[in-house]
């Protein structure tokens, strides 16, 4: 009978263990997982200021240029701001303005076509290639950001995290989408018309 009852405890004593361990390599899992989205979300916010800082010398340049296109770059403008004061109240904010943004920034470019003088500017030329070497940047830092989003949300959805993370405080958090109007196929009769 004594070695029934050693054996036993031995059994849940090892069961125990692996429960303990088990919970360690959770935790440790869904910290790094949260770190990931946190050092993702670092690199696309330095993409974002680098954005943001041109942004003032974009519209400077073609002010001259597109004096009929003032409300979009009066836009353009106070978007901007508005989106350097969300960037510290969390990402569901920031990104929709971000969206916003981008299809602004877009649509200067478009409008851009329509001044030759402003497309020779050597000054519009550069602050153009800058601007589309941050957009692809940026490009890579979302997909970035969203992969390391989509690893913690499952982690975190999925046993054993399901159980730790509500413990640890660990929410869902959002993926960067681009907006509606970047998802369309371009109306290319629009543009050359």
């Given amino acids: 009978m004594e070695k029934g ?4 405890l031995a059994f849940v004593l090892g069961v125990a263990a692996l429960l303990v361990l088990g919970g360690f390599l959770t935790y440790n899992t869904l910290i790094a997982r949260k770190n990931q989205v946190d050092n993702a979300y670092g690199a696309v916010e330095a993409y974002l200021k680098k954005r943001h800082d041109l942004i003032p010398n974009l519209v400077e340049a073609v002010k001259r240029y597109m004096a009929h296109e003032r409300e979009l770059l009066e836009r353009l403008v106070e978007l901007r701001e508005r989106a350097k004061e969300a960037e510290g109240k969390g990402p569901e904010e920031a990104f929709r303005l971000e969206g916003e943004l981008s299809r602004l920034l877009a ?3 478009l409008r851009a076509e ?3 003088d402003l497309k020779a500017s050597q000054n519009f030329l550069q602050l153009q290639a800058a601007l589309t070497e941050v957009e692809d940047s940026l490009a890579a830092a979302r997909r970035f950001y969203n992969q390391a989003v989509t690893d913690y949300n499952n ?3 999925q046993i054993p995290g399901r159980f730790l993370a509500p413990l640890m405080g660990l929410g869902r958090k959002p993926v960067f989408t681009i907006p509606e109007e970047e998802r369309e196929t371009p109306d290319l009769g629009k543009l050359f018309a």
């Fill in 5 to 8: 009852k050693s054996m036993d």
């Fill in 107 to 109: 649509q200067v470019r």
């Fill in 114 to 116: 329509a001044y030759p």
């Fill in 155 to 157: 982690a975190i959805e």
